[in-house]
């Protein structure tokens, strides 16, 4: 289902900061970025603790998502995801490298909501209900459809 | 699906409790925390046990979900998940720090359930049956219809 | 989808059995529990091996799930999961405390089928298939529908 | 979904061998084994390695799946999958225990397009296609889709 | 859904380096290759590091994704995707043998896409629109569809 892919990035002592964001604003919706992996290389310094802070700008958290120290933790795998939101990973603690692997996904939502209103012309004479068209605005446009409601 | 959020938080010593809870009383169902990864922090003392205890109120269970150690265990995936309650985590033993990281999901279930009340009526004189909305009470609201067959 | 709850019960060398089983003869069908951590306590003594056997009554399965020890092996994800059947865990090994994480699911399969008959009354008229109705039992009755074919 | 059961087999120096097989060639389409853990029993002896191979009859695939060392490494999560194939496990080195733990899936694939045969019986006066039956032969027959078109 | 098999290969010193790629350019699309868990065989000499790189074609990413050591790190779970894009393992340090385990998955999208152009000419008599078929481009062809509609 939608598009989606790899997503690979290496910070180390000098390039210690990377950011993730949305696309196209317009299209924003429905992108989001899964954090699968974070590994410390095999170049790291003994019983040094390196510490990636991730930074998510739309739920306004700042926290430690990785620590790592070679001879104890090489890998964690905290398989969280940053929905669209710009995020920011920052190495706060050590020298690297550390390698942070995940996707990134794209929903391509709005473009089905505007489909979906060509075919409501077509059927309108028949007078049958759309059935998969509240099932994609359920999933996809959930946040509208409930502000929608309260006016 | 749903609209989601990266869902982070630091418990230490002084502050050593954190409580989820969903969001809107009348639109409660559907929501989730999922817990994926809870993770000690560089700062913590060697040789210190850190002890997460999880309350979930509508499952009426507490119970450990992390036990991290300095040089033994940095990190837990737990991947469990907790659906229309209330949950509090707390640093029963430990200094930490000790983040925890996861996810919030909404399925705004009932708003869709009210559109798709209009629907019945648009195609009422057609008498064609609505296929999506048995799929979805059978989706979102299992329980209620349910407890309706037995009236 | 469906109804879920937390699961978190803790074995010691007193409490070494814990049982889950359906709730509902009638309803059992589609419920199923998920183990996702199982967690050596800190208080767990050093050197001492904590095992935990579980038995599958619908598998005809016993067999050692986690195999735990202080300083070695503090968790394991076992991410299994018994559907539509009786599980005992057992600490049959070492004194604890261990903790068992995970979910328990329950799709209300039957009460879907019951309604759908319904549908296909009010729609004979008519004479249109009932797409989504073919779906259902596929995903949630696929065994009854096998043996009626084979009538 | 479909049919689940655990799956759980063990492995030592006498009985070094286990297979796994889909249970009928005429409805074989759909059946998969997963696996998610392989722990090394506490009864293992030190230092000793115990490797499991895996052979892949379908895939023709044969190749180490699990290294595990007690004091280093209690378990391993593969989390994969093998589909529509007959499965070999293989206790290669050491003498074990070793405990295999998964799931074993049956989707009834075939069943499902039987009876999307009489659909079309049903509804040929009518004339309005079938929206599910398209779906459901992209997720469940896909492979044979393919060839018709190539005819 | 779609087809799957399970995928492993070894590296070592002498073949160091493994390539995946899609089956066939003209139905290329849905097809993708998850690496669940990478692996240190038992011969792997002590207190070396072994590394593995990946290369992906279209998300034009080099990035090691797998950092193992005897006696440290035994296994890696990475379980990321690569998604219609030729894919690249090397072994850039160590002499192994390294195993990686995953899955293929194709999806035959364009077939399905195809079958759908048929159902448009044998409905338009009734002019009800098509609910799958929208939901189905979405899914599988979220690009084309918006390029379309930028037209």
Redesign the interface.
């Known amino acids: 289902?939608?598009?989606?892919?790899?997503?690979?990035?290496?910070l180390t002592a000098e390039d210690n900061s990377e950011t993730w964001d949305v696309v196209d604003e317009d299209?924003s919706r429905g992108q989001?970025l899964v954090i699968?992996?974070i590994?410390?290389?095999?170049e790291a310094k003994d019983n040094e603790?390196n510490?990636v802070e991730?930074t998510?700008q739309?739920?306004t958290?700042q926290?430690?998502?990785?620590?790592l120290?070679?001879?104890?933790?090489?890998?964690?795998?905290?398989?969280?995801?940053?929905?669209e939101?710009k995020v920011t990973f920052k190495l706060i603690?050590g020298s690297g490298p550390v390698?942070i692997?995940?996707?990134t996904i794209?929903?391509?939502v709005e473009?089905?909501d505007?489909?979906?209103e060509d075919?409501e012309d077509?059927?309108e004479?028949?007078?049958?209900?759309?059935?998969?068209?509240?099932?994609?605005?359920?999933?996809a446009d959930?946040?509208n459809?409930?502000n929608q409601?309260k006016k």
Do not use: C
């Open positions: 289902m939608a598009e989606e892919s790899f997503y690979g990035v290496t299209y989001k699968k992996q590994l410390l290389g095999a603790f510490v991730v998510s739309k739920d958290v926290i430690p998502i990785a620590v120290k070679a001879g104890e933790t090489r890998a964690v795998n905290p398989d969280v995801e940053f929905y939101t603690k390698y692997h995940g996707l794209k929903d391509d473009v089905v505007m489909e979906e075919d077509e059927a004479d028949v007078e049958i209900e759309h059935p998969k068209k509240r099932k994609i605005e359920q999933n959930g946040k459809a409930k409601k």
